[in-house]
């Protein structure tokens, strides 16, 4: 079994030693009995587990080479939003320079959750376009787990405002 989309504590077992001994008669008759041996080796993002199974007649006559099966995989799930994503900041009364700021990276990452755990990161692009009159920025975030997955669509933030402030007298000290 290849491609499995699992962490490495989800990795599905092999068949069980009754499923393998039933695929197997003697000459003689009698039992066959089967053990196994599991070999895990890599991390959530890549992994693969191998079963190697030892199979005996009643007179310990033993399968060689051993039969072996193998399972791969790894972590292809991006992670998940599981707390409440922000609003759009709308109608800032601001001048461009002064916009607020979206969410920081590590408020974005602890909105999510990854199947197999470990850390999410987040960087953020910021995009202005307009002018102190009317302005907008867009905030695209990239948020990925441990194994490189990446949440898609990219989730977004706007903040959008302008000077809405008229003009105050500024007299002269004296």
């Keep these: 079994v290849t491609n499995v989309n699992a962490c490495l504590a989800n990795a599905p077992s092999g068949p069980t030693d009754a499923e393998i001994a039933r695929l197997y008669t003697d000459a003689c008759g009698g039992a066959i009995t089967v053990t196994h041996t599991t070999a895990p080796s890599g991390t959530d993002c890549s992994w ?3 079963y190697t199974y ?3 007649d009643k007179c310990n ?3 060689a080479p051993a039969p072996v099966f193998t399972v791969s995989g790894g972590d292809k799930t991006a992670p998940v939003l599981t707390g409440i ?3 759009n900041i709308t109608g800032v009364n601001a001048c461009l320079a002064d ?3 979206g969410p920081s990276d590590a408020a974005i990452a602890a909105l999510y959750t990854d ?3 470990g850390t999410i990161s987040v960087t953020h692009t910021t995009t202005p376009s307009g002018a102190d009159c009317s302005w907008s920025v867009l905030y ?3 948020v990925k787990d441990k194994c490189g997955n990446v949440v898609t669509p990219q989730p977004v933030l706007y903040v959008t405002g302008g000077d809405r402030t008229p003009p105050v007298i500024t007299l002269p000290a004296g």
């Design 115 to 117: 199947g197999c755990g």
């Design 85 to 87: 994503w922000p609003a």
């Design 48 to 50: 693969s587990v191998v």
């Design 99 to 101: 916009a607020p700021s």
């Design 54 to 56: 030892t199979i005996k």
């Design 140 to 142: 695209t975030y990239t």
């Design 61 to 63: 006559n033993v399968v």
